[in-house]
């Protein structure tokens, strides 16, 4: 099994930074997948940015604004979000698809709250 741990988030004014981490703890022997997702109220829940094959994609709704970050040796993915919008207030989830000893193993974090506004 695969647990997350999510950290960071809050309230942030418009053009403000906030810098979300999770943390992958089990017996992981490989991380495929590290990436963010965000679920604003009324809305599906969609794909912030992920990094796979060691490539990192981002929504557009993002792209040159947030950046994402894996550090493999502590299994952790971070998520830094600059110049942030009203429109980015969502929960915010990590996900990590892992190697364990039974195979591929889809985790997702408990979810953390970023609130954009004046």
């Known amino acids: 099994q695969v647990q997350l741990v999510q950290s960071g988030g809050g309230l942030v004014q418009p053009g403000g930074s906030l810098r979300l981490s999770c943390a992958a703890s089990g017996s992981i022997f490989g991380i495929n997948v590290m990436g963010w997702y965000r679920q604003a109220p009324g809305k599906e829940r969609e794909l912030v940015a992920d990094?796979?094959?060691?490539?990192?994609n981002y929504a557009n709704s993002v792209k040159g604004r947030f950046a994402i970050f894996g550090d493999n040796l502590q299994n952790t993915v971070y998520l830094q979000m600059n110049s942030l919008k009203p429109e980015d207030t969502a929960v915010y989830y990590c996900y990590v698809r892992a190697l364990v000893s039974t195979g591929l193993s889809d985790a997702w974090g408990q979810g953390t709250l970023v609130a954009v506004s004046s």
């Open positions: 990094i796979r094959d060691n490539l990192r």
